[in-house]
């Protein structure tokens, strides 16, 4: 087999908390496999973040720290930003400046991806660079790049999903152990299932972030997260848990959009009934997975790791591999 020819391709980090750790890590874990198999020697060249001191369990190169936007944007060298700071306002103004700094992004953000998705992407056209997010919507489950390129032959009729680990952990424990709410969220954040805050997840505030980017690829129809019905799952008892099983079937928390059969589409996110025969009721503990019915291909289901540094870093990198394979 012929020895590919090696392209460099200098990345910047924006943030190094767990996602900038674990897209870190799994570069430097498989690095040389990416470099063997693409061609691609991916490199980071700065990383922004102010917590230089941090123990995150991998050696980091302090001389790649950097408070300076200049010191990324300014930098002719560096091909791709890859934003992970998370937030809304702070982390979109960092992305539309790598954009008109000629340099393409990738991000994992769903929640300023989906408050602002028509001005980052319009930005993106306009400068003439890509902007990539399969991290955003399902973690390490590939769904984006499929809506956006091997399924364009369909006419979406239907994306149903379970889209948040946190909540799909809690109604699953609730459901197996014949536990409480309260008692299994506390289980979640103790093993970092939850955040101490737990809001956006039980809510399902995060949950419409991910539907609302999803519609925006598979409809065409762009309706921000705050204007989707969103019901969590703080109000579920045990009791409803038992009622459900007793009718065959369990609740998870479910995103919903559907083509109408005047064309308009319709969308909610609410706890809902699923017979056990049904491919998402089966999806347990912090697994995610996404249906999606097109008009030529028919069902189809992604699953997997919703979540968590390793498997959100597998898409981040990812798309940095295909902006390499595009661009260099």
């Given at each position: ?32 496999h990416?470099?063997?198999?693409t ?9 922004f ?13 302090k ?5 300076s ?8 060298d ?9 937030g ?41 660079v ?5 991290a955003?919507v ?7 790049a ?16 379970i ?17 409480d ?12 299932f ?22 925006s690829?598979a ?15 703080t109000e ?19 995103a ?14 609410q ?8 491919p ?7 697994y995610n997975a996404?249906y ?15 979540a968590?540094?390793l ?11 295909e902006?390499?394979r595009?661009?260099?």
């Amino acid at each position: 087999m012929k020895a590919l020819d090696l392209k460099r391709l200098n990345i910047a980090i924006l943030g190094l908390g767990n996602i900038g750790t674990g897209t870190y890590k799994a570069l430097d874990m498989n690095g040389g496999h990416i470099k063997d198999t693409t061609g691609l020697d991916i490199a980071v060249k700065k990383i922004f973040e102010k917590d230089v001191d941090r123990d995150r369990g991998i050696a980091v190169d302090k001389g790649l720290f950097t408070q300076s936007e200049e010191d990324v944007f300014g930098d002719p060298d560096i091909d791709v930003v890859v934003e992970l700071v998370g937030g809304v306002d702070f982390a979109t103004s960092l992305m539309l400046k790598a954009m008109k700094a000629g340099k393409h992004v990738v991000t994992a953000n769903k929640a300023a991806l989906a408050a602002n998705f028509e001005e980052l992407t319009q930005t993106a056209e306009d400068c003439g660079v890509m902007l990539r997010y399969e991290a955003s919507v399902g973690g390490g489950i590939p769904i984006i790049a499929p809506l956006t390129t091997s399924l364009l032959a369909n006419r979406y009729d239907e994306i149903m999903g379970i889209l948040n680990g946190t909540t799909n952990y809690i109604l699953t424990k609730m459901s197996d152990e014949g536990r409480d709410y309260a008692d299994v969220l506390k289980e979640a954040q103790e093993k970092g299932f939850a955040e101490a805050d737990p809001t956006a997840d039980v809510e399902g505030e995060d949950v419409a972030n991910k539907l609302s980017i999803l519609m925006s690829l598979a409809f065409g129809k762009r309706v921000p997260p705050g204007e989707i019905p969103t019901k969590g799952i703080t109000e579920i008892t045990k009791q409803d848990i038992d009622d459900a099983e007793k009718e065959g079937c369990v609740i998870k928390l479910v995103a919903s959009a559907f083509r109408q059969g005047d064309g308009d589409v319709s969308c909610f996110i609410q706890p809902t009934l699923l017979n056990r025969e049904h491919p998402l009721a089966s999806v347990g503990n912090e697994y995610n997975a996404i249906y999606v019915k097109g008009n030529a291909v028919d069902d189809l289901m992604f699953y997997g790791k919703g979540a968590g540094p390793l498997p959100t870093a597998s898409a981040v990198l990812g798309d940095v591999i295909e902006i390499g394979r595009a661009v260099k």
